[in-house]
């Protein structure tokens, strides 16, 4: 092809995945979302045994073996990703899937949405389940002005500071906050919410959102000290509290509105 027609690139689909694994959680999914995947044959994948899972599930009409998929994790060393766009530059479409929920939400595939940008590679996202944002509608908290914070930290002294510091800015400026925590680990983070935050505070835990355990409640942190511990472990959870208005004496300037931040990459199921 001449220079004066250059070859079209390639389109990069962003395709979110369910957030369970349960068969019916494939109804969280539209049509037009499926008859995409359905005929895209390169894809960048988190883990190419569980794609290759959820691609059959859904009904891809080609044999798995001749699908191609890359794998973009965490572990992928970024001086590889340039790679990855080579389809897309030489025209081919590229479905990128994350383990489960929205990718490039707390995910590695957001730098390669990036590099698309800056290779002039068109970017088309599509709909799907998001559990921060179907946690944050369900809650019942502030839904204008709200941020993610991905993980807080693990030291114990450090997790509640920063506990304490995301309630008083909570409290500032009415803005929800949402978390999310390793599986395995929901049970500390929760015991840690309800210790470090105000009885005051209105908690959120949205447990296995779309899936067999879907589980979502908001009360006051006083009222959750009350109650037994929710059955959280190993199960994917999204925490969420918004503090009582503070005084307007340490009101001082305006936040950002509708932050999404995250410091980490977040467990692919709670996307």
Same mark, same amino acid.
């Given at each position: 092809?001449?220079?004066?027609?250059?070859?079209?690139?390639?389109?990069?689909?962003?395709?979110?995945?369910?957030?369970?694994?349960?068969?019916? #959680? /494939?109804?969280?999914?539209?049509?037009?979302?499926? %008859?995409? !995947?359905? &005929?895209?044959?390169?894809? *960048?994948? =988190?883990?190419?045994?569980?794609?290759?899972?959820?691609?059959?599930?859904?009904?891809?009409?080609?044999?798995?073996?001749?699908?191609?998929?890359?794998?973009?994790?965490?572990?992928?060393?970024?001086?590889?990703?340039?790679?990855?766009?080579?389809?897309?530059?030489?025209?081919?479409?590229?479905?990128?899937?994350?383990?489960?929920?929205?990718?490039?939400?707390?995910?590695?595939?957001?730098?390669?949405?990036?590099?698309?940008?800056?290779?002039?590679?068109?970017?088309?996202?599509?709909?799907?389940?998001?559990?921060?944002?179907? #946690? /944050?509608?369900?809650?019942?908290?502030?839904?204008? %002005?709200? !941020?993610? &914070?991905?993980?807080?930290? *693990?030291? =114990?002294?450090?997790?509640?500071?920063?506990?304490?510091?995301?309630?008083?800015?909570?409290?500032?400026?009415?803005?929800?906050?949402?978390?999310?925590?390793?599986?395995?680990?929901?049970?500390?983070?929760?015991?840690?919410?309800?210790?470090?935050?105000?009885?005051?505070?209105?908690?959120?835990?949205?447990?296995?959102?779309?899936?067999?355990?879907?589980?979502?409640?908001?009360?006051?942190?006083?009222?959750?000290?009350?109650?037994?511990?929710?059955?959280?472990?190993?199960?994917?959870?999204?925490?969420?509290?918004?503090?009582?208005?503070?005084?307007?004496?340490?009101?001082?300037?305006?936040?950002?509105?509708?932050?999404?931040?995250?410091?980490?990459?977040?467990?692919?199921?709670?996307?």
């Amino acid at each position: 092809m001449s220079p004066e027609n250059p070859k079209p690139r390639g389109r990069l689909f962003l395709l979110p995945v369910p957030l369970s694994t349960d068969e019916a #959680a /494939l109804d969280t999914l539209s049509p037009g979302l499926i %008859r995409t !995947a359905c &005929h895209l044959s390169h894809f *960048l994948v =988190e883990n190419p045994k569980t794609a290759r899972h959820f691609l059959k599930r859904m009904g891809h009409p080609q044999p798995m073996a001749d699908l191609h998929l890359d794998t973009l994790s965490i572990q992928t060393p970024r001086e590889s990703w340039p790679s990855f766009l080579a389809p897309l530059l030489a025209g081919q479409d590229v479905g990128l899937l994350s383990e489960a929920g929205c990718p490039a939400i707390a995910d590695p595939g957001s730098g390669i949405v990036h590099l698309a940008h800056q290779s002039g590679i068109r970017v088309i996202p599509l709909t799907g389940p998001s559990s921060l944002l179907l #946690a /944050l509608m369900a809650s019942g908290l502030e839904g204008q %002005r709200f !941020a993610f &914070h991905g993980y807080l930290p *693990l030291e =114990e002294m450090a997790r509640v500071a920063e506990i304490q510091r995301l309630e008083r800015e909570s409290a500032r400026w009415q803005q929800t906050q949402l978390v999310i925590e390793t599986p395995y680990r929901n049970t500390s983070l929760w015991s840690a919410l309800c210790q470090g935050l105000h009885p005051e505070t209105r908690l959120t835990l949205a447990r296995d959102l779309t899936g067999p355990d879907e589980w979502i409640k908001t009360t006051t942190v006083a009222l959750w000290r009350d109650m037994t511990t929710p059955e959280l472990q190993r199960i994917p959870t999204v925490f969420l509290w918004l503090a009582t208005p503070a005084p307007p004496s340490q009101l001082s300037s305006r936040p950002v509105r509708n932050r999404l931040s995250s410091r980490g990459k977040g467990d692919s199921k709670l996307r």
